[in-house]
Each structure stands twice: as structure tokens, then as C-alpha cells.
């Protein structure tokens, strides 16, 4: 029976049954496609929340300020260094020959409001949906674009320990042996230093960043990964395995995946799992350091 499609790709009867059995949770079914419409959102967040219009019609030339920096001396004015379009003065210049379209959020995650009616932190109001922080910041603004940078974080940690850790194990349990034990052993006394203290202590020596903190976290976070291919049956080809392979096609079976890598399947979700696992920890992480804290 010829294999099912699903967006495109040939995928196996169990990847159908596995497909069907997560859409037929539909809590989790719509949560997948509610946060991926939100995560695509997000990767336009200058086109969303920003304190530069989108368009600028200044005396018969169009402008976008959103994508590109103009010095105030374009709209007619004295300073030479980039337009402030916040500025009543700036604002009255554009006004008198063109006109001004803002985002539905005019506000940047640092940028301050200096019109708040009340002392900040301000509660929810017409122009800052979610108040602001105890320094003037639009919170709506500072959610979306920390929202883009944690889970950007948490993909990339989650993709980068998949690529080290499968690494990692395919060697050792490739060549084996000395190899695979020295590697153990190091994984072992790697695996036992205070992950915690190391990363505070780190944070504390640089100033903490997107990459650096992509960086720390992967120090650790592909051990765990480096197991699921080591366990599965990478290895050599050891004699006897073609014969076990033409007894697997005489039975039926594929010749050049005999049964001893049918192991490997049972360890799939192991990888899944752990992926996700720090993917979530690289979110908390990115939420707690970067994002809402950008500024």
C-alpha cells in the first residue's frame, strides 16, 4: 500500500495514526495553531508595535520609517540626526504638506510615554492597552517582542542541542570502545557540575545577551540529547548483520534496515521529549534575561 501524504511529504502509515491521534485532541490541536499564528505575528512586531509610522507622505514623496532611518532635515527640520516622530514639532512639519500612518501600537519596547496621566507604573488605558512599567514602557509592545525573542531562543537552543547531542552520541556508539568510554566518562563529570550556580556565575562575568546566553545554555543542554542515538543502535556494521539483513528480506522485510536499529524507535519520543524539555527551559531563560528585559 503506497504511502500517505501530509503537506507534501510521503509519511507512513504509524505518522498517520500519530497525526490523527493529536488531532483528535483538539485542546491541543488549537493551541498548536493559536501559538503559531501568534509566533508568526510576532516576527512583524516593528509592523505591530513601533514609534516609527509605518508610512510617511511628506511633500509628494512617500517614506517608510518603519524600515529605513531619515534624519529630521528630510521633513524639514534642523537636526541632522534621525527624526523623532513622536515630536509635536517634527509631527506639525510632516502635517503641513503630507500626513502620518502609525501601527496599531506606537510604541517600541523602550520606548518611554512621557504623556502618562498618572505617575508610572500606569494601569491599562486607550493608549497603552496594558499600562506600563515602572519606567513609562508600553507593556503590550514589551509583550510581543519578548514574546518573539523567548520562543526564538527556546527554537534555536531546542535545534542547536538536537545538532550536538545526536552528534555526540552517533560517535560513541559508532566507534565504540575507548571512545565511546572516555566520552562517558567526561558526559558523567560533566553532567555533575552545579548547572545553576555555573550559569548565574557566567551571567554575572558578562553582560548577558542573546547569544551569550544561547551560548551557556547549550554547554549543557545537549548531554542529555547524546543519549537517544547512542542507545538506538548507531554503530559499525558488525559481521553477521547482512545475514541478518537477507533473512529480514527473504521474511519480507526492508534488507538495509535489519532488526538490530529497531530499537532506535523505541527511543524517538526520548528525543522528542528532552527537545522540549529544554526548549521550554531556554524560554524561561530567554523571558527572564532578554525579551521584556531588552530594554
Known sequence: MADDTFLGWSINPLTRRRLSNFRANRRGFWSLWIFLVLFILSLFAE??????????????????????????????????????????????????????????????????????????????????????????????????????????????????????????????????????????????????LPILYLLIILASVVEPNFWWLLGLMLLFSWTSLRLCPRRSGTRRPYPGDHVQARASQRNG???????????????????????WLWFAAGLALARRNSGAGQG
Open 47 to 192: 509592523l505591530i508595535a513601533n514609534d516609527r509610522p509605518l508610512l510617511v507622505k511628506y511633500d509628494g514623496h512617500f517614506y517608510f520609517p518603519a524600515l529605513q532611518v531619515y534624519p529630521e532635515t528630510t521633513f524639514g527640520g534642523v537636526l541632522p540626526t534621525e527624526a523623532d516622530y513622536r515630536d509635536p514639532t517634527v509631527a506639525q512639519l510632516i502635517d503641513t504638506t503630507g500626513w502620518i500612518i502609525w501601527p496599531l501600537i506606537p510604541y517600541r519596547y523602550d520606548t518611554i510615554n512621557y504623556n502618562l496621566p498618572v505617575p508610572a507604573p500606569a494601569p491599562p488605558s486607550k493608549d497603552n492597552w496594558l499600562g506600563t512599567d515602572d519606567q513609562g514602557r508600553d507593556l503590550t509592545a514589551r509583550l510581543i517582542y519578548g514574546f518573539r525573542i523567548s520562543v526564538l531562543f527556546g527554537l534555536t537552543l531546542t535545534v542547536l542541542s538536537s545538532l550536538v547531542g545526536v552528534l555526540a552520541g552517533a560517535i560513541q556508539g559508532y566507534f565504540g570502545g575507548w571512545t565511546d568510554l572516555l566520552f562517558q566518562r567526561f558526559i558523567e563529570i560533566w553532567g555533575g
Open 253 to 275: 522485510g526492508n534488507p538495509y534496515f535489519p532488526a538490530v536499529y529497531s530499537e532506535r524507535f523505541n527511543h524517538d519520543a526520548d528525543l522528542t521529549r528532552l527537545s
